[in-house]
């Protein structure tokens, strides 16, 4: 896809790999909004785009541990912007992002699951019409090959938390989704993949969670940028890549009664019409 007059929503772009990711997209052409909680490492990453001539970045701030927050940065966005040609669902926290005990967001919801997962169910289906009237478009979830899965009797995880289960749910809840909303997108030119960029890159995430990282914010990134831009997948949706390559996620992914159970949830809790 050349990205030459697109515009590219990123999630959690003033930091990480969506940094990466976003640059890299401005220096293609694409008109990149970038998102985060943190004006000024925003304004780092806005002024080093326009330093390097790569076009005029906007930045939308807005906490994504709220489903409040969720809903101003899709109006935000389709207030100011009349195409959205890729949406990359980014924005995350790790298992020990603020130490690994058992937070909740301002809706009540186990955090993990609501930055990671809810918030971006949520921001995909209010840009849905955006990217619909855009295609062919694509929507891509960075989830990761760290997953668990959900025991619906206890989402929330309020019995026997552990930060790396809770990470490992919200992580396939979004592969999930991805699924879900990949048939309910079939021959609308809007595609969804989902996928795990690299193993333990360098970025805060990794670090602030006490990890020697393995992999460089390049290699994730590229892979990110593969799905956003690849032509070689313009045709693919609804499939998990590890890195470059389809890969298989865990089996409760493929289990349309637990889909159909998560997406009822999601409905719910995000107040979405059925
Ligand atoms: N690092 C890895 O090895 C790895 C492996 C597999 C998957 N992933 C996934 O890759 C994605 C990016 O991770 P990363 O490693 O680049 O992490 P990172 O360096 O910690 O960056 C996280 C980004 O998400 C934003 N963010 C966090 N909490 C937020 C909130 N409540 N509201 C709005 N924005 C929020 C941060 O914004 P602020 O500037 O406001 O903090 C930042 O831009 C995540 O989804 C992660 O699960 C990472």
Do not use: C
């Not at 009540?108 to 295609?135: Q, T």
């Amino acid at each position: 896809m050349k990205m030459d007059g697109k515009t590219v929503l990123v999630t959690g772009s003033t930091d990480g790999v969506g940094r990466y990711v976003a640059a890299k997209l401005a220096s293609a052409g694409a008109k990149v909004l970038i998102h985060g909680r943190d004006r000024a490492r925003a304004k780092t990453l806005t002024d080093e785009i326009r330093g390097q001539g790569h076009g005029e970045p906007i930045f939308y701030q807005a906490d994504l541990s709220s489903l409040a927050g969720a809903r101003q940065l899709a109006e935000a966005v389709l207030a100011e912007h009349k195409r959205l040609d890729v949406f990359i669902s980014n924005a995350g926290i790790g298992s020990r992002t603020q130490g690994s005990e058992r937070r909740t967001s301002a809706d009540g919801h186990e955090l993990r699951f609501a930055v990671n997962y809810l918030s971006g169910f949520l921001l995909a289906h209010l840009l849905l019409a955006l990217l619909r009237a855009s295609a062919p478009s694509r929507i891509v979830n960075v989830a990761s090959l760290g997953q668990h899965p959900l025991d619906f009797d206890d989402v929330m995880l309020t019995k026997g938390y552990s930060g790396t289960r809770a990470y490992a749910q919200s992580k396939l809840a979004q592969i999930m989704f991805t699924i879900d909303l990949a048939r309910e997108l079939e021959g609308s030119g809007v595609t969804v993949n989902a996928l795990h960029p690299a193993t333990y890159m360098n970025t805060t995430m990794v670090r602030e969670g006490g990890i020697t990282p393995i992999s460089t914010v390049e290699q994730g990134g590229d892979a990110i940028l593969h799905l956003a831009a690849g032509d070689d997948v313009a045709a693919n949706s609804g499939l998990f890549f590890n890195g470059m390559q389809p890969s298989q996620a865990n089996p409760q992914a493929y289990d349309e009664t637990a889909r159909k159970r998560l997406r009822a949830l999601s409905l719910e809790l995000t107040g979405l019409p059925a």
